[in-house]
């Protein structure tokens, strides 16, 4: 019979990941089921998805090693195998913006 559950290797990279992923906007990237690479910023924080996006109840992971995100740019939920993770990586910039904060400028001046 096949089999097409993944588990992830790390316990620790899958709960690592959904922290991130749930403290606000996270950029990343993985490899998706096709073989190519896709980039996204994404997050799971309700309070950062729009309301009409947002989950109406609770469903578990049907698939162990699988994450959930909403994808910012697509304005959907997406998924992935946390062991095809390639990098994720919080954005400060857009976590400030939708939190109503300000980032200060890197000084780049060279005098």
Known sequence: MYNDVKTPKNLMDIIEIRRMLAEGFCNLQYVKKDGTTRAATG???????????RPKGVRPNEREGLVNYFDYSKLAWRCFYADDLISIEENPVLNAFARGGSVEPENTDER
């Open 43 to 53: 997050t799971t924080c309700l309070e950062l998805i729009p309301a009409f996006h």
